[in-house]
């Protein structure tokens, strides 16, 4: 089969169920057609391709595409066209994938439901009244919807695995500095990170050797070299200590997630790990630490959109102070502009010691907490959210009930550890259910190795 069939097909995939799942914001269907001819061509001529050759895939909105909309899915960059690619997609374009588009998003990366998009929601796959997750909600509802055989995400508190745990795909968050950020449109820089959503653990592995690696366009990036990322995929996982906290299975927690995540708990017992009860006492101060550290970095990241230097301008303003004023207001939608104002706030002096800085000592603490149980456990493993994906718009009016969501997801990136969510079984909703498991910093190979024998 060719590289033009498999992109064809996939482009047909899509012209049938893309009205129904609005998981793209663009679509390059075009451009992705030549570019699956040349390496078509190139085959032909037996040159060298890339390790991805001909796979269509797609890219969350806030990587910057040369010549491809941006969007970040505000009005604010409605029209953006970056000038440069973001290293991710370099390496993607080098391993000669074919980007079908670029795929829908909550506004800047801000939302567990992809209801914050400017322009549309996406549905779930699984049944199109309920949320994809978010805020990479797109990225999962196009794999599992076979829009496109793997895409990127990214994640700042969990927007890549709990939109997997809601599409019932693969998702992982990798150890912070191992995915260049270069060209990532920043939401809170200490805490993002680019992972993939895939079909299976292999294919994860796959995407992971070809996306990591130092760069020096991004000063937080590791600067090592990586193992194959699949090395230990299909060994056997014997004597593998996993550790289960019971702070991630209590109250908030539905019955049906609980129950299935113990079952993968049991069947990784059955292959031999050993798994046992542990606490980590700083779980229910992560969520507050996280809303605080990522909206104060953020109100100072979004302080670039005021429209002079690029992005939406507002037709009437009075001078210079009310351009960015009327830019700002009629730019940003209502989640971003709390986050700003909420981050603002924490950052503000007199205020600063009280929240900002109290912040990124519960932050120390719960990173600490981690390490601790990572010297006796290779694992940890938890729901990946509380419950399964809701109805669109059950939860749009409460941001305390939206912002729970994310409270297995967040710790981890305060850790700055890795993460990844696979399916693990269906509620009777028969919504699907994601188990993620989370390993020491720089360990991906450990959970893939046990994510796959689990598989
Ligand atoms: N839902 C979280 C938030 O709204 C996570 C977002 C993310 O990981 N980008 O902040």
Not at 22 to 49: F, M, P, S
Not at 407 to 427: E, H, K, Q, R, Y
Request: some cysteine; glycine content about 8%; proline content about 3%.
């Amino acid at each position: 089969i060719s590289s033009e069939e498999i992109t064809r097909a996939y482009i047909d995939r899509i012209d049938k169920v893309e009205h129904k799942v609005n998981a793209y914001i663009t679509l390059t269907t075009d451009k992705a057609i030549n570019k699956a001819k040349e390496i078509d061509i190139k085959r032909a001529n037996g040159e060298q391709v890339g390790a991805l050759a001909g796979i269509p895939i797609a890219i969350k909105d806030n990587m910057c595409t040369r010549g491809i909309k941006t969007t970040c899915a505000s009005k604010m960059l409605e029209y953006f066209v970056p000038p440069y690619s973001a290293t991710v997609v370099e390496k993607l374009n080098k391993q000669d994938s074919v980007i079908l588009g670029k795929l829908n998003m909550d506004e800047f990366a801000m939302g567990s439901s992809n209801e914050n998009s400017y322009f549309h929601k996406t549905m779930n796959p699984w049944d199109l009244s309920r949320v994809p997750g978010g805020s990479s909600g797109g990225s999962a509802a196009a794999v599992a919807a076979n829009e496109a055989v793997f895409t990127l995400g990214s994640d700042t508190g969990g927007s890549i695995r709990q939109p997997a745990h809601y599409c019932g795909v693969v998702g992982m968050k990798p150890t912070y500095g191992t995915v260049s950020r270069y060209g990532l449109v920043a939401f809170a820089s200490s805490l993002d990170q680019i992972g993939p959503l895939t079909k299976d653990v292999k294919d994860m592995a796959l995407v992971m050797n070809t996306i990591t690696g130092h760069d020096k366009l991004d000063s937080s990036s590791y600067n090592n070299e990586y193992d194959d990322f699949g090395k230990y995929i299909g060994e056997d996982i014997k004597g593998k200590k996993i550790a289960l906290p019971k702070e991630y299975f209590s109250k908030g927690v539905q019955s049906e997630v609980k129950e299935k995540v113990l079952a993968v708990a049991r069947k990784l017992e059955d292959l031999g790990a050993v798994v046992e009860e542990v606490s980590m006492n700083m779980t229910d101060l992560a969520l507050p630490a996280y809303y605080l550290i990522s909206s104060a970095e953020a109100s100072s990241n979004l302080a670039r959109y005021d429209g002079v230097k690029y992005g939406f301008r507002a037709k009437d303003y009075d001078n210079l102070v009310d351009l960015y004023k009327q830019t700002r207001d009629e730019g940003f939608g209502k989640e971003v502009k709390r986050r700003i104002m909420l981050g603002t706030y924490a950052l503000s002096s007199g205020y600063y010691d009280a929240y900002y800085k109290k912040a990124q000592q519960v932050r120390t603490l719960i990173k600490n907490e981690f390490d601790k149980v990572f010297e006796s456990y290779d694992l940890i493993l938890t729901p990946t959210g509380p419950s399964t994906a809701f109805k669109i718009g059950e939860k749009i009016n409460n941001v305390v009930e939206m912002y729970m969501n994310d409270i297995c997801t967040v710790p981890i990136n305060i850790a700055g550890v890795p993460a990844l969510s696979m399916n693990c079984g269906f509620d009777a909703n028969n919504m699907p259910i994601g188990v993620q498991f989370i390993s020491k910093a720089f360990n991906e190979k450990t959970i893939l190795q046990v994510a796959y024998a689990y598989e």
